[in-house]
T-cell receptor, first 115, second 114 residues
Framework: DGGITQSPKYLFRKEGQNVTLSCEQN?????MYWYRQDPGQGLRLIYY???????QKGDIAEGYSVSREKKESFPLTVTSAQKNPTAFYLC??????????????FGPGTRLTVL | AQSVTQPDIHITVSEGASLELRCNYS??????LFWYVQSPGQGLQLLLK??????LVQGIKGFEAEFKRSQSSFNLRKPSVHWSDAAEYFC????????????FGTGTLLAVQP
């Protein structure tokens, strides 16, 4: 079945540690996105990538980093510079990432908790 | 500024009653509009979308939404709510272009009474 997978589902981190969240899609989608979700704030865009080896900052990129070495994969690293990393992280992807608005499809999410 | 407003944070309806969730947007160009649903601890599932054409859009699970350009609204409706519809609902707007970015509302949490 085609879809978007995120792992792990739950992640615990000690303060000062970097952690990497995985996002993989087998939909042959061009563009991929990372969102952060906090209660009462909706979804906020962290980073997005329209093509392999290219990515752009979203609205809240500080303290995060990404890579896009393969079309299928868009991992997100939450660094120790992110002051309030506890949140629910959602990955999304869409076909035809350039020049059109196509539907974004979402993965199941990763809940990150900083201890 | 581009924005999406969902004025109702929390709504409770009785099972079998009708439902309308409000969404207002501010967008400088022709908007593309979406409704997503999220169950607790899960990702977002697309309910329906509007790109162009007929302003009344049908989606999955018996939902529909109507685009009203004059009111900058895209309200979600369902004639008869089921207990399984209890979830959080998000409205989103995008405009295409080079980035495909979406702007999300803050969500409306729907509770269904038996």
């Amino acid at each position: 079945d085609g879809g978007i997978t995120q792992s792990p589902k739950y992640l615990f981190r000690k303060e000062g540690q970097n952690v990497t969240l995985s996002c993989e899609q087998n939909l042959n989608h061009d563009a991929m996105y990372w969102y952060r979700q906090d209660p009462g704030q909706g979804l906020r865009l962290i980073y997005y990538s329209q093509i392999v080896n290219d990515f752009q900052k979203g609205d809240i990129a500080e303290g995060y980093s990404v890579s896009r070495e393969k079309k299928e994969s868009f991992p997100l690293t939450v660094t120790s510079a992110q002051k309030n990393p506890t949140a629910f992280y959602l990955c999304a992807s869409t076909f035809k990432g350039v020049g059109t608005t196509d539907t974004q499809y979402f993965g199941p999410g990763t809940r990150l908790t900083v201890l | 500024a581009q924005s999406v407003t969902q004025p109702d944070i929390h709504i409770t309806v009785s099972e079998g009653a009708s439902l309308e969730l409000r969404c207002n947007y501010s967008y400088g160009a022709t908007p593309y509009l979406f409704w997503y649903v999220q169950s607790p601890g899960q990702g977002l599932q697309l309910l329906l979308k509007y790109f162009s054409g007929d302003t009344l859009v049908q989606g999955i699970k018996g939902f529909e939404a109507e685009f009203k350009r004059s009111q900058s609204s895209f309200n979600l409706r369902k004639p008869s709510v089921h207990w399984s519809d209890a979830a959080e609902y998000f409205c989103a707007v995008g405009g295409g272009g080079a980035t495909n970015k979406l702007i999300f509302g803050t969500g409306t949490l729907l509770a269904v009474q038996p």
